[in-house]
């Protein structure tokens, strides 16, 4: 397999209610996911048939549902299930998954805070 084969999905933004502080849990707050899934694509390229390839609507599914149906404390736990969940159901050889959480609950100006993990089979 190609290493470099991947399919980008960037900027899912999702509502929920994930956070260790109850009023996250309450009132919920904005986040965005990234994910990269790591397939080799030359099948596809060929064929030209979403068959051959990892179907990225199917994929939004799965992560707004992990997203927006599960509640996590944690932004690492909310990435695991997504990683675990794409990777269960794709073909895909490994998975990068970054969430962010823009308005995470800290005292100060930022733009952004986010996790990333790599999951592969």
């Known amino acids: ?14 509502y929920a209610y994930h956070g260790v502080l109850p009023e996250e849990q309450v009132l919920g707050q904005r986040f965005l996911i990234d994910i990269d899934l790591f397939f080799d694509l030359r099948k596809a390229g060929a064929s030209d048939q979403v068959e051959d390839t990892v179907h990225y609507g199917e994929v939004y599914d799965v992560i707004k549902t992990c997203v927006t149906e599960g509640n996590y404390l944690l932004i690492e736990r909310l990435a695991e299930e997504i990683a675990q969940r794409v990777l269960g159901g794709f073909a895909c050889a490994s998975v990068r998954v970054e969430v962010h959480k823009p308005q995470a609950p800290i005292p100060g100006i930022f733009r952004d805070v986010s996790v990333e993990i790599w999951r592969g089979r």
Not at 1 to 14: A, K, P, S, T, Y
Request: charged share 30%; net charge negative; aromatic share 8%.
């Open 1 to 14: 397999m190609l290493e470099h084969d991947v399919i980008h999905l960037r900027g899912l933004e999702f």
